[in-house]
């Protein structure tokens, strides 16, 4: 089985930085993107960021020069630094991978359970 784990959310104020950690765990062969999306109250899951094996990173408009993905490929964990942050920037934030298992042929989508991220003051 594969496991995705989440670490790093809590509570912080206007301006203040972040950093989320996720490790991928479990019987993984290859790792074609890792990334993050978020869920605020009443709206639906958008993707904040998302690192490609072949080095590729797309962000999301809102997090554009404040958030950075990075990737240590030999632990499988995938990090996001978040810096000024803002109240909108609240949310569950869910870690996101798209992992080949050993033994097959094909990528499957998994997920975190998600850590909270309070902005406010």
């Known amino acids: 089985q594969v496991q995705l784990v989440e670490s790093g959310g809590g509570l912080v104020q206007p301006g203040g930085s972040l950093r989320l950690s996720c490790a991928a765990s479990?019987?993984?062969?290859?790792?074609?993107?890792m990334g993050w999306y978020r869920q605020a109250p009443g709206k639906e899951r958008d993707l904040v960021a998302r690192?490609?094996?072949?080095?590729?990173?797309n962000y999301a408009d809102s997090v554009k020069g404040r958030f950075t993905i990075s990737r240590d490929n030999a632990k499988n964990t995938v990090y996001l630094q978040m810096n000024s942050l803002k109240p909108e920037d609240t949310a569950v934030y869910y870690c996101?991978?798209?992992?080949?298992?050993?033994?097959?042929?094909?990528?499957?989508?998994?997920w975190g359970k998600g850590t909270l991220i309070t902005v406010s003051s």
């Open positions: 996101n991978a798209g992992i080949i298992k050993t033994g097959f042929n094909y990528g499957v989508d998994y």
């Open positions: 479990g019987s993984i062969f290859s790792i074609n993107y």
């Open positions: 690192s490609f094996r072949d080095g590729s990173i």
